[in-house]
């Protein structure tokens, strides 16, 4: 089975700098995995998602996220950070609809004028 | 094409009272999922239906009850509302097939008192 590990329950930066959230997985095969984004008393959208066709994916809102198999990671990545990019993200392993989907705590991302 | 609606946004129940809360989709989806969403917990699934006619328990099923009416909707009962369950409520739906991304509701904000 899939599991994913986001190592920052928060990350903080400065509207302009760099974002990265990280995201490692475990898995005994190649995975599927995907991020979501949540923001303010809202519910969660689909940010973008690694199926094995690319390694580097790039979702909405300029985020990006690379696969590298042999870091078991998916990080999330923007070049500059906007304030409206402050939301919790999850990472998580998908698999076939018929079993559900399941999220862990998330990275808050806060964002600094 | 509305995706996920959830019914109400909002609700305050006092100890003892019971209620449902309403999930309906026009995606034609398969799958159908209720969390609840706590601060610093992330996201918990309650239970799932795979597809019509059939529902699982997720990791925090206690004190609720589901019914998949139907394909398009998917209700959350609680019988005797505890303060505990104060929460904000998830209702997501999927296909069934492989990689595919679920929709989510916007949620209902729930506070027992």
């Known amino acids: 089975a899939q599991s994913v590990t986001q190592l920052d329950s928060h990350v903080s930066v400065s509207e302009g700098t760099p974002v990265l959230l990280r995201c490692n997985y475990s898995s005994s095969y190649s995975p599927s995995l995907f991020w979501y984004v949540q923001h303010p008393n809202k519910g969660l959208q689909l940010l973008l998602k690694y199926t094995s066709a690319a390694t580097l994916v790039k979702g909405i809102n300029g985020f990006e996220a690379e696969f590298k198999k042999s870091e078991t990671s998916f990080h999330l990545t923007k070049p500059s950070a906007h304030m409206s990019d402050a939301a919790e993200y999850f990472c998580v392993p998908h698999s076939w609809g018929n079993t559900p989907l399941v999220f862990g705590k998330g990275t808050r991302l806060s964002v600094i004028a | 094409n509305a995706g996920v609606t959830q019914t109400p946004k909002f609700q305050v129940l006092k100890t003892g009272q019971s209620m449902t809360l309403q999930c309906a989709q026009d995606m034609n989806h398969n799958s159908m999922y209720w969390y609840r969403q706590d601060p610093g917990m992330g996201l918990r699934l309650i239970y799932y239906?795979?597809?019509?006619?059939?529902?699982d328990k997720g990791e925090v099923p206690n004190g609720y009850n589901v019914s998949r009416l139907n394909k398009r909707e998917f209700s959350l009962r609680l019988e005797s509302a505890a303060p505990s369950q104060t929460s904000v409520y998830f209702c997501?739906?999927?296909?069934?097939?492989?990689?595919?991304?679920?929709?989510f509701g916007q949620g209902t904000r729930l506070t027992v008192v």
């Open positions: 997501a739906s999927r296909p069934g097939s492989l990689n595919t991304e679920a929709f």
């Open positions: 239906s795979a597809s019509e006619g059939t529902t």
